[in-house]
């Protein structure tokens, strides 16, 4: 399998006008362009070519050479729009012709072997990736992802669909035109389309994959309440440790303001006492002395008598 990144080599294939379902988990996303990118892991569409050429120097005979073949030779047989099931982002020519341009610009390797799929290709952009094979007479078979779509699901598949759609249309694709095999190729497409439209369903890495994705989000999420619990947590003992300061802060003014309170009531029984003692002595100071001149008075008396 040979891998390129070309950017320059895959034009803008995807309608813009034509909204994807609401539903779709992953949808495409805009670059800073407006260009729509499809950086999800959904099946996107499947396409059937007919490559037309003469065997390579470097071959024997025994095998043909399909990078040999020129991109006026690579005839559009079926498509199937697997994203809209029959509109919208397949269906245009140039959609078809962009696809086709990109296989005659860089034909699947050579397959010595007669009745088997090889050669495989996965040419990416910042748009979309496109995985293509063909056998030895010729028989391309591509298929067209988001990035995040497992490459080695899509030649899977793609080595999956070639035994069937080789049996049922091999003969008729040898002659067939510019399209001509879409509508009798479309419940088999539209089948293996399904089969590989979740790729952790036919894929063990993916499943994998996808299991370890699953683990890493639920370790994120108990990390994240983890953290959350610790944060609650201090949060917690920092409100302990500010009621323990300000307990500790009101009972020592409690302290203080008992002693103040002491103090006053001490104050305020001896200037209780002071004023009781002084007004007795202001009552009882005359009275005395009344009561010992009046004693005296009459003592004074008995003594003339």
Do not use: W
Request: hydrophobic share 35%.
């Amino acid at each position: 399998v040979q891998y390129y990144h070309r950017v320059k080599d895959l034009p803008q294939i995807y309608n813009p006008s034509i909204a994807l379902s609401n539903n779709q988990q992953d949808s495409p996303r805009r670059s800073q362009h407006g260009t729509i990118i499809m950086s999800d892991n959904k099946l996107r569409c499947a396409l059937v070519f007919r490559l037309e050429g003469g065997p390579s120097e470097s071959e024997s005979g025994d095998g043909i050479a399909l990078s040999s073949f020129s991109p006026s030779n690579v005839t559009l047989l079926a498509k199937y729009d697997h994203a809209t099931d029959g509109g919208g982002f397949a269906s245009g020519k140039s959609y078809a012709d962009a696809v086709g341009m990109v296989v005659g610009n860089d034909m699947p390797g050579s397959v010595g072997e007669e009745g088997v799929i090889g050669g495989f290709k996965v040419v990416t952009s910042d748009m979309h990736q496109v995985v293509y094979g063909a056998d030895s007479e010729g028989l391309c078979l591509a298929v067209v992802t988001g990035l995040k779509y497992p490459s080695r699901t899509a030649i899977q598949m793609l080595n999956d669909l070639y035994s069937p759609y080789s049996q049922q249309f091999g003969l008729q694709a040898k002659s067939a035109t510019n399209n001509s095999l879409t509508k009798k190729s479309k419940t088999l497409l539209t089948e293996y389309c399904k089969k590989y439209d979740d790729a952790s369903k036919v894929d063990k890495a993916s499943a994998l994959n996808a299991k370890v994705d699953e683990v890493k989000v639920q370790m994120q999420d108990n990390i994240a309440a983890m953290l959350k619990n610790t944060e609650q947590a201090e949060s917690l003992a920092e409100r302990s440790n500010q009621l323990n300061e300000q307990a500790n802060v009101f009972q020592k003014k409690s302290k203080d303001l008992r002693k103040q309170m002491r103090c006053k009531n001490i104050k305020m029984t001896i200037i209780l006492v002071s004023l009781v003692v002084g007004v007795l002595v202001i009552i009882l100071v005359p009275l005395i002395i009344r009561a010992k001149k009046a004693a005296t008075g009459g003592r004074m008396l008995r003594g003339f008598d």
